[in-house]
C-alpha cells in the first residue's frame, strides 16, 4: 500500500503547458502515473502529446474531473496565481492538491490552505518537490528512478534530502515518500504524514527529516510520543546554521534557543527516536532498527 498516492490516483496538472509543467509531466508519465489531464483556460480543448501518450487540457479543475475522474491535481502555475489555483481545485472537489510553487507569498499561503481544509482538500506544500509512491505513482518533481518500493515512509521539509535519503535507502526501498516543503505554512505536516503511515500496514518504520525552524518537529515529537507504535527515525537539517538568519527555505529561521536543531533532536530523541548526526548515519539507523537492532532511542 502507500498514503495519499497510489497506482489507481488519477491526476491532473495545472499549469501542464507550461514549461515545468511539459517538462515534468513528461517525467511523471515515465513513471508510471496516470495523468489525465492538464488545466489551462487559454488552451482548453487541445491535446499534448508526450511520447505515446495524449494527454487533453481543460478549461478548468471541474471540467478535467468530470470528465477523467481526477482526484489529484498538481500545480505548477506561478507563484501570483498560484492561490486562484488551489482555490479553484477546492471548489471543485478534488482529494489532493500537490503545490510545487516556490515564492508563493505566505499570506496567499495561509489563506489557500486554510480554504482547502474547509472544503476537505489536502494541499501538500507548497514550494516542495511532492510525493512518489515507488512503482506505482510520483506527483510532482521527485526522481522517481532512485529508488524502489519497500517498507519505509519518508516525510521531509527538505526536498534534496528527501532525494539523499531515498538514494541511501534505494536497495531497501519505500511505501512513500512525502516532500511537505520547508515554508512558514505547508498543508500537510509531518504530524499529518505520521499518522498515515501509522495506519498504513506496508509501512515498517518510518523517517521523519527536518529542518532548523519553528516546531513542527517538536509538535511531531509529542505525537510520536502519544501514538505512533512503529519505530521512527530522524534527521535534523541545520546544526551550523547562525543564529536569527534565514537559511534557505523561508521558514528556516531561528530565534534564540526557539527552533534549533539541538532542540529539536532533544525532543525527538525524547519521544524515543534515533536521530542520525548526518544523512549517512541516518540511514544506518535505519537499517540497523529493520535488522532488528534495538540500541538506545529505538521504539521497541
Given at each position: 500500500?502507500?498514503i495519499?498516492l ?9 499549469g ?6 511539459m ?32 494527454v ?6 471541474h ?11 498538481v ?19 478534488i482529494?489532493l492538491a ?13 489563506a489557500?490552505?486554510?480554504y ?9 506544500g507548497?514550494?516542495?518537490p ?5 512503482g506505482?505513482?510520483?506527483a ?18 527538505s526536498?534534496?534530502?528527501t ?6 535507502l ?12 520547508g ?5 500537510t505536516t ?6 498515515a ?5 506496508d509501512?515498517?518504520?518510518?523517517v ?9 518537529e ?6 510520536i510520543?502519544d501514538?505512533?507504535?512503529?519505530p521512527?527515525?530522524?534527521?535534523v537539517?541545520g546544526f551550523?546554521a547562525?543564529?536569527?538568519?534565514t ?10 534557543s526557539?527552533?534549533?536543531?539541538r ?16 544523512p ?21
Open positions: 500500500m502507500a495519499y497510489t497506482k489507481e490516483s488519477r491526476v491532473l496538472v495545472q501542464m503547458t507550461g514549461a515545468e509543467g517538462r515534468h509531466t513528461r517525467r511523471m508519465l515515465a513513471a508510471g502515473t496516470d495523468v489525465v489531464g492538464g488545466v489551462n483556460p487559454r488552451k482548453a480543448g487541445r491535446t499534448v502529446n508526450f511520447d505515446e501518450r495524449a487533453p487540457v481543460f478549461g478548468s479543475v471540467e478535467g474531473m468530470e470528465h477523467t475522474g481526477a482526484d489529484i491535481t500545480v505548477f502555475v506561478p507563484p501570483a496565481f498560484a492561490k486562484t489555483a488551489v482555490v479553484e481545485a477546492a471548489d471543485a472537489g482529494g500537490v503545490v510545487i510553487t516556490e515564492g508563493i507569498p505566505v499570506h496567499d499561503s495561509v489557500f490552505t486554510a482547502a481544509r474547509t472544503r476537505g482538500t489536502r494541499v501538500i507548497p514550494n516542495c511532492g510525493l512518489i509512491s515507488p506505482q505513482s510520483n510532482g518533481i521527485i526522481p522517481p528512478d532512485i529508488t524502489k518500493p519497500g517498507p519505509i515512509g519518508l516525510v521531509s521539509k526536498g534534496t534530502l532525494y539523499q535519503l531515498m538514494h541511501e534505494r536497495d531497501t526501498g519505500f511505501t512513500t515518500c512525502v516532500g511537505i516543503g515554508d512558514p505554512v505547508t498543508g509531518h504530524t499529518d504524514c505520521l499518522a503511515f501509522q495506519d498504513d500496514p509501512t515498517e518504520l518510518i521523519l527529516i527536518g529542518e532548523i525552524g519553528g516546531d513542527a517538536e509538535r511531531a515529537a509529542a505525537y510520543r501514538h505512533v507504535t512503529k521512527v527515525v530522524g534527521y537539517a551550523t547562525p543564529e536569527g538568519r537559511m534557505g527555505h523561508a521558514g528556516a529561521i531561528v530565534s534564540g526557539s527552533g534549533t536543531a532542540a529539536k533532536k532533544e525532543a525527538l530523541e525524547a519521544a524515543g527516536v534515533r536521530v542520525g548526526s548526518t549517512t548515519e541516518t540511514a544506518r539507523h535505519v537499517l540497523a532498527v529493520l535488522g532488528g537492532e534495538d540500541g538506545d532511542g529505538v521504539r521497541a
